[in-house]
């Protein structure tokens, strides 16, 4: 017996040893990820327009949302299973309408951005500084992103530096499209290029060519993408009306009845998602924050 004891703390001694050779990854990426959503969910909520509010904020009134439509659901139909259901879906409620806002907001400056490039072309090419072209934009730029230049003039006017005026814009725009517009503006303010007017015409042809074919692609799909949306709501719009029947829940409260759920709502999200990445044109990723 005392042998044995002694053969085992040997064979953790020499498996601690060994293991030490190969220290474990750090758990980072976890965190990236979840620093990226909310990044993400921050950058949907400025494109939507919600100043007052950030992710946080959303994230505590989606879970807010749930647990009322939880009870609601609870309270209305009295089984749990189907009131579980309808709670998560009220919970991704805000995050979804948030999307939704963002999504057609990137999509109306999609034909905006190549009118704002060439606005600082033009000012460029009279002989105006970069930050007073950009300062002009707040007048005679684009009504739907005046708001954001006109702070960016207040912001260069009490501090008088533009590389943090910038750094601000970009937080206020929340676009990839503004991001490559205005650190081709830092690079030309710090080195000095001479191609900038070479470089915003390309970036103004650029931004047409692909906000005209994204808008022929998305008109011939949208169809088939609203159709799919529509068949993914339909089974729980007709288990929402089967709520006001009490006789015909009960068959839902039966062990078979929280399996034919849970396989119900895992075949509806994994259809919105490969209809999503199927359907749906990719979206440039802010790589320059």
Same mark, same amino acid.
């Given at each position: 017996? /005392? ?6 703390? #040997? ?57 009322? =439509? ?9 089984? &749990? ?9 009220? +919970? ?6 948030i999307r939704a806002r963002a999504r057609k907001r990137r999509t ?14 033009? +000012? ?12 002009? #934009? ?6 739907? #992103?005046?708001?954001?230049? =006109? /702070? ?30 205005? /650190?081709?503006?830092?690079? !030309? ?10 470089? &915003? ?26 159709? +799919?949306? &529509? !068949?993914?709501? +339909?089974?729980?719009?007709v288990l929402a009306m089967l709520a006001t029947r009490g006789s015909? #829940? ?11 759920l849970m396989v119900g709502g895992a075949l509806t999200i994994v ?19």
């Open positions: 017996m /005392e042998g044995a004891l002694w053969g085992l703390t #040997l064979g953790v001694g020499l498996a601690c040893i060994w293991w030490s050779f190969w220290p474990r990854e750090p758990s980072a990426p976890s965190r990236t990820g979840r620093r990226r959503m909310i990044e993400r969910l921050a950058d949907e909520i400025t494109l939507a327009g919600l100043k007052s509010i950030g992710p946080w904020t959303v994230l505590g009134m989606s879970a807010g949302l749930g647990v009322i =439509v939880l009870v609601l659901g609870f309270a209305i139909t009295r089984v &749990l299973p189907i009131s579980l259901c309808f709670a998560v879906m009220g +919970a991704w409620t805000p995050v979804a309408v109306r400056l999609r034909d905006v951005w190549p009118e704002v490039v060439d606005h600082v072309h033009s +000012a460029v090419r009279a002989g105006l500084a970069l930050p007073e072209a950009l300062v002009q #934009l707040g007048d005679r730029g684009p009504e739907s #992103l005046r708001p954001q230049f =006109v /702070e960016f003039g207040h912001d260069y006017r009490a501090t008088g530096r533009f590389s943090d005026s910038l750094d601000r814009l970009k937080d206020r725009l929340a676009d990839p499209v503004s991001d490559r517009l205005v /650190e081709a503006l830092r690079l !030309a303010r710090d080195v000095g290029g001479t191609d900038l007017g070479r470089v &915003l015409s390309t970036l103004s042809t650029f931004l047409r060519a692909d906000a005209r074919a994204r808008a022929e692609l998305e008109a011939r799909q949208s169809w088939t993408v609203n159709a +799919a949306r &529509l !068949a993914m709501v +339909a089974p729980w719009a015909t #829940l009960t068959a839902y409260s039966t062990p078979t009845g929280v399996g034919i259809a919105y998602r490969l209809m999503i990445v199927i359907g749906r044109l990719p979206e440039e990723r802010r790589v320059l924050r």
